[in-house]
T-cell receptor, first 114, second 111 residues
């Protein structure tokens, strides 16, 4: 079965640069979630979108923004990168018609800020 | 969402059943118990969830006590590939609501 696809898998950036992470949800899933996991930490919720509208917001820095497009894929844009932004970024998707509240996660993007 | 308490770590011999406990004494009537696991640096993987009845799927069984204040995730025949951090999360089945992870139980399956 198709899973959540994230790209790129690895990304290396310099401080103050920008980065864009992409997420392609499971087909027919209408909700996308973004999580950040720092080294040695548990995943933390950043933001979610349902039917292209922001549905919930967590501890997402103002330097980050995200959106969901008409084909339901989502992009997380990160500007003025800081060393502390180095982390794994996971995207998850869900669909009310197939599993309700269960979220299915992608393999993640590892961002390293130098 | 109700708070959960899990042991920080557990060991299990390969081939034996792994029983992972979770306390959620403040759970409310409309909150479900979800279990996810994360194998080193991979994306969290959904295992199972339930409200009050015991549940079983191809991965695991979930046993919820009658008063719903605690539950146990059972991996019937643990393999080395089951070594992971296991998260017990309690929340209402609100569509679109995020999960709060942590701290979880680090299960080590030993040969």
């Amino acid at each position: 079965a198709a899973g959540v696809i994230q790209s790129p898998r690895h990304l290396i950036k310099e401080k103050r640069e920008t980065a864009t992470l992409k997420c392609y949800p499971i087909p027919r899933h209408d909700t996308v979630y973004w999580y950040q996991q720092g080294p040695g930490q548990d995943p933390q919720f950043l933001i979610s979108f349902y039917e292209k509208m922001q549905s919930d917001k967590g501890s997402i820095p103002d330097r980050f923004s995200a959106q969901q497009f008409s084909d339901y894929h989502s992009e997380l844009n990160m500007s003025s990168l800081e060393l502390g932004d180095s982390a794994l970024y996971f995207c998850a998707s869900s669909s009310w018609t197939s599993g309700g509240a269960v979220q299915y996660f992608g393999a993640g993007t590892r961002l390293s800020v130098l | 969402d109700a708070k959960t308490t899990q042991p920080p770590s557990m060991d299990c011999a390969e081939g034996r059943a792994a029983n992972l406990p979770c306390n959620h004494s403040t759970i409310s009537g409309n909150e479900y118990v979800y279990w996810y696991r994360q194998i080193h640096s991979q994306g969290p993987q959904y295992i199972i969830h339930g409200l009050k009845n015991n549940e079983t799927n191809e991965m695991a069984s979930l046993i919820i006590t009658e008063d719903r204040k605690s539950s146990t995730l059972i991996l019937p025949h643990a393999t080395l590939r089951d070594t992971a951090v296991y998260y017990c999360i309690v929340r209402v089945e609100n569509y679109g609501q995020n999960f709060v992870f942590g701290p979880g139980t680090r299960l080590s399956v030993l040969p």
